[in-house]
């Protein structure tokens, strides 16, 4: 009861004309810069430091939180409708999004990842509020060989179940650890892949791997199929309306509601981010869509594989700021600049800042309310304005795609070798795509196999070699159980699935990739 009280003051603190135009700024802000490839909600929290020294604590913060959900909306709409999303965090809702686009429903898209954020996260907002105590509680009960297991969970069942070939889906994942493992070992400081270059010292950011295998990768194939077909031609025109009706209402809403629990644990460990979350949403869409029967997942694209990661990335991020608030623990890069923005105010997050500082605290946990209801009303009506961009000849807009794309990689660091590297790792998008190896995994592996690693490693450390600790909790053995399962449900049913497309006696075998288009 405490809690609503005290959130009932922070709602007539945030709903004061000036913290409003706070709000309102900082959802256009974050939405704007969350479209821009190689930028994201922590980057325009990063930019935007310098401006706040002048505000009051207060609605410094309430802008930062309505960035925060702003960019995370930008970055879905960039990866829906151009197939190159503003961070990684958008990667899962980017395959399906970006399908339903291409076969005119760009709108239809953008509505549903807009009510899936709004749903996904303020279902998080009120679990923060009414139940971080339990949220604190889960998060440190998660020790090196927790995470380790969540991570192998992660890329098993990733590379299983989104894939139409397991082999394939490993295949897939040892590349994306090839990426992740270039540069420098932080605990002995060997030089790894690196082929003696400084410049790859630092390793390879995912933010080049993101544009590089999804933006310039899918450019360079749609490239080869424009000129096979003799023009450029068009994506198909969007039409619709953004909101959903009601059999569209059905089939999104169990969506939202799986995606919002997968990503609301999520957010209170520190595992990569809604990374995760994102990508076990998608493929749990994906197996469920099997199951029924979905043509659509994977084709033209389902509006379930936009609602599950969408809700989820939104979700884990509304649990992340539980997490930064009670425990100081940054389960983000956006969270980890949100620390930087505390102590420039001369404050800790912790467990202590909610009695020392609750009038500032309270507030914040309001405007993330408000927030999410600002961007709804924002990006809700102008979806299918958004959606006008495909309406462009594609061969001016993969131009500017490519272009955007090179200018947000090279806006990260400033170095022509970046730009080399996406290059690079585009070539190998597009050879993943002719021979129909899912993108996936090698995203997910990119991005957890340094967390991975780290985690083996220390868990090995405090054992003194003995691997039997990567299975001495609960934890463990049921995430290794649950992983056992899956993929021995999932080779029965890609065995079930080969064996009735080759009994099919005109019928050809699907060698839809994801990430990849449908051929």
């Known amino acids: 009861m405490d809690q609503l009280i005290h959130l009932l003051d922070g709602f007539t603190v945030a709903f004061t004309p000036q913290n409003l135009l706070f709000l309102v700024i900082g959802a256009i802000l974050g939405t704007a810069v969350g479209v821009l490839p190689g930028l994201g909600s922590a980057m325009a929290v990063a930019l935007l430091l310098p401006v706040t020294f002048s505000l009051d604590p207060t609605g410094a913060f309430i802008m930062f939180a309505s960035i925060y959900f702003g960019g995370l909306f930008g970055d879905s709409t960039a990866g829906i409708l151009l197939n190159t999303p503003g961070n990684s965090s958008a990667i899962a809702t980017t395959f399906e999004g970006h399908r339903m686009a291409k076969d005119g429903r760009a709108a239809k898209a953008l509505g549903t990842s807009a009510i899936g954020a709004f749903i996904g996260g303020t279902i998080a907002c009120v679990l923060v509020v009414f139940f971080s105590p339990y949220i604190v509680r889960l998060a440190t009960i998660f020790g090196p060989a927790e995470y380790f297991a969540l991570a192998v969970f992660a890329f098993v069942a990733i590379s299983a179940v989104v894939a139409d070939s397991v082999v394939r889906g490993l295949v897939s994942l040892g590349l994306g650890f090839a990426l992740a493992l270039v540069g420098i070992d932080g605990m002995t400081g060997a030089e790894r892949f690196t082929l003696g270059s400084p410049v790859l010292f630092d390793g390879i950011s995912i933010i080049v791997i993101t544009v590089g295998l999804l933006a310039i990768g899918e450019v360079l194939y749609v490239s080869t199929h424009i000129r096979r077909s003799g023009g450029p031609g068009r994506i198909v025109a969007p039409t619709g309306s953004p909101l959903l009706n009601r059999r569209e209402w059905r089939q999104a809403l169990p ?111 309001a405007s993330l309310f408000l927030g999410l209801i600002i961007l709804l009303i924002i990006n809700l009506p102008f979806a299918a304005v958004w959606a006008k961009l495909l309406l462009i000849p594609r061969h001016y807009l993969y131009a500017g795609i490519t272009v955007v794309a090179m200018l947000g990689i090279y806006a990260i660091a400033s170095r022509t070798v970046d730009l080399w590297m996406a290059l690079g790792i585009g070539i190998i998008g597009f050879a993943m795509r002719h021979f129909s190896l899912p993108l996936a ?79």
């Open 441 to 519: 995994p090698v995203l997910i592996a990119a991005i957890l196999g340094p967390m991975a690693e780290t985690q083996l490693r220390r868990a090995l450390a405090v054992s003194e070699g003995d691997p039997t600790i990567l299975v001495s909790t609960p934890i463990t053995l049921v995430l290794y159980a649950l992983l056992a399962i899956i993929v021995a449900v999932s080779v029965v049913q890609h065995m079930r699935h080969r064996a009735r497309t080759n009994a099919a006696p005109s019928g050809a075998p699907d060698r839809e990739s994801v990430g990849g288009p449908a051929r």
């Open 255 to 365: 969506a939202f509601l799986r995606g919002t629990a997968f990503g609301v644990p999520f957010g209170a460990i520190p595992v990569g981010g809604s990374e995760v979350p994102t990508f076990l949403s998608y493929g749990t869409e994906k197996r469920l869509a099997r199951r029924r029967g979905d043509r659509d997942f994977g084709t033209r694209g389902a509006i379930q594989g936009v609602a599950g990661p969408e809700a989820a990335g939104n979700a884990t991020a509304g649990s992340a700021m539980g997490a930064l608030l009670g425990l100081g623990l940054p389960t983000s890069a956006t969270a980890a600049m949100m620390i930087a923005a505390f102590q420039q105010y001369g404050m800790q997050p912790g467990p202590l800042l909610f009695e020392r500082s609750g009038d500032l605290v309270w507030p914040l946990l």
